[in-house]
C-alpha cells in the first residue's frame, strides 16, 4: 500500500496546488484507487467521491449507465473505461476522473479476458486510455498493480495538461 501512497500524494499536491478536483469509478480495484486518494490529508480539497462499479447493478444505480449505453461494448475494455470516466466526471463535475475494469483473477472475466487484464481510463483536460496485462492470476498483487497504473497514468496525465 506505501507504493500507492507515495503516488498518491505526488497526484495530491499537483491537485491541490491547481485547485482541481477528481472522481473515481473503479471496478477490480475494489477502491484502493480511492483509498489511496484519500489516505492524504486534506483529501477534501480535491477528492469528490468515488463508487466501486464492480457489478451491472452498480453502474446502472451508482452512474446511471443503462444496458443502451454499452450495447455493443465489452465491460473490460479501453471503450468501457472511458465511459466509465466520462461519465463519473459529469455526475460529479469534476476537473479529472479515473475509471477501472478489469479481471484481477485467479480467473478470466466472463468477458473472456484472462486474469491481469484490466483497463483504465482517464478523462479531464485530457483524456487516455490503457490496457494492462500483468501475466498474473494472483487477485490481491493484480489489485494493487492496477490501481498503481491507474494513479500512474493520473500523474502522468495532470503533469501533461500542466505543461501548456
Same mark, same amino acid.
Given at each position: 500500500m506505501q507504493e500507492l501512497l507515495m503516488r498518491a500524494q505526488r497526484?495530491?499536491?499537483? %491537485? /491541490? !496546488? &491547481? *485547485?482541481?478536483?477528481?472522481?473515481?469509478?473503479?471496478?477490480?480495484?475494489g477502491g484502493l484507487i480511492s483509498a489511496a486518494l484519500l489516505s492524504v490529508g486534506g483529501a477534501s480539497a480535491y477528492f469528490l467521491g468515488g463508487a466501486v462499479v464492480y457489478t %451491472? /447493478? !452498480? &453502474? *446502472?444505480?451508482?452512474?446511471d449507465i443503462q444496458d443502451d449505453a454499452v450495447k455493443g461494448m465489452r465491460g473490460a475494455s479501453e471503450p468501457y473505461a472511458t465511459l466509465l470516466a466520462r461519465t463519473a466526471r459529469e455526475r460529479f463535475g469534476a476537473t479529472w476522473s479515473i475509471a477501472e475494469s478489469g479481471a484481477t483473477g485467479p480467473t478470466g472475466n466472463r468477458y473472456g479476458d484472462p486474469p491481469g487484464h484490466t483497463c483504465i481510463a482517464i478523462a479531464g483536460p485530457l483524456e487516455r486510455s490503457i490496457t494492462l496485462e500483468t501475466g498474473e492470476n494472483d487477485r490481491v498483487g493484480n489489485m494493487y498493480a492496477f490501481a498503481a497504473k491507474a494513479l500512474d497514468l493520473l500523474g502522468e496525465a495532470l503533469a501533461t495538461s500542466g505543461q501548456k
Open positions: 497526484i495530491a499536491e499537483l %491537485l /491541490k !496546488a &491547481r *485547485r482541481e478536483t477528481v472522481v473515481v469509478a473503479e471496478s477490480s480495484t %451491472l /447493478k !452498480a &453502474r *446502472r444505480i451508482l452512474l
